[in-house]
T-cell receptor, first 110, second 114 residues
Framework: KNEVEQSPQNLTAQEGEFITINCSYS?????LHWLQQHPGGGIVSLFM???GKKKHGRLIATINIQEKHSSLHITASHPRDSAVYIC????????????FGTGTLLAVQP | DSGVTQTPKHLITATGQRVTLRCSPR?????VYWYQQSLDQGLQFLIQ???????AKGNILERFSAQQFPDLHSELNLSSLELGDSALYFC?????????????FGPGTRLTVL
């Protein structure tokens, strides 16, 4: 079983819909990252969370440390949001490496 | 633009060869991270350097090595290349090596081994 699981693996939405992508992890963490990877391959860091909730524009990320769960929400989705969204965690402890989920492929149709 | 640069963008080479990938971090960032993204394994952490010293090691093969130079740029050396080494290689940088630092990713180098 992967230490970081994302759901769904694939998601198709209509423009304007509210979207939720989930991430569950099984290890103790010091931080959780949400990343966005566009079809061209480039990766952008969207959020880094260690507790609570963060908002940036139409994107909202939440984390529940007790339940080992995080969600990424996109409000009023747009075709330009189409990308792969990747959850990654930093395990609490000595190492500083990121452990990645397998990603959620989002397609927003006009 | 993240401020992290990687060269080359694309690299095509043959099995058994050796290549060097280069990364320049954002101005002021002391940590550099290397990641490999392949179709079957997804994104995997390879290695981290902080201010010239190796700080963390992940799933990096013995055929691969890296270093960070005094000007903080980093190089990832891949030798005795195999078909399975074909992947996107990303470099990222962060200000320090705190676990809560945001990592800024470069555009990646696409390596194709024929």
């Amino acid at each position: 079983k992967n230490e970081v699981e994302q759901s769904p693996q694939n998601l198709t939405a209509q423009e304007g819909e509210f979207i939720t992508i989930n991430c569950s992890y099984s290890v103790g963490i010091s931080a959780l990252h949400w990343l966005q990877q566009h079809p061209g391959g480039g990766i952008v860091s969207l959020f880094m969370l260690s507790s609570g909730k963060k908002k940036h524009g139409r994107l909202i990320a939440t984390i529940n440390i007790q339940e080992k769960h995080s969600s990424l929400h996109i409000t009023a989705s747009h075709p330009r949001d189409s990308a792969v969204y990747i959850c990654a965690v930093k395990r609490r402890g000595a190492t500083n490496k990121l452990i990645f989920g397998t990603g959620t492929l989002l397609a927003v149709q006009p | 633009d993240s401020g992290v640069t990687q060269t080359p963008k694309h690299l095509i080479t043959a099995t058994g060869q050796r290549v060097t990938l280069r990364c320049s971090p954002r101005s002021g960032d002391l940590s550099v991270y290397w990641y490999q993204q392949s179709l079957d394994q997804g994104l995997q952490f390879l290695i981290q350097y902080y201010n010239g010293e190796e700080r963390a090691k992940g799933n990096i093969l013995e055929r691969f090595s890296a270093q960070q130079f005094p000007d903080l740029h980093s190089e990832l050396n891949l030798s005795s290349l195999e078909l399975g080494d074909s992947a996107l290689y990303f470099c990222a940088s962060s200000e320090t090596d705190f676990s809560t630092d945001t990592q800024y990713f470069g555009p990646g180098t696409r390596l194709t081994v024929l």
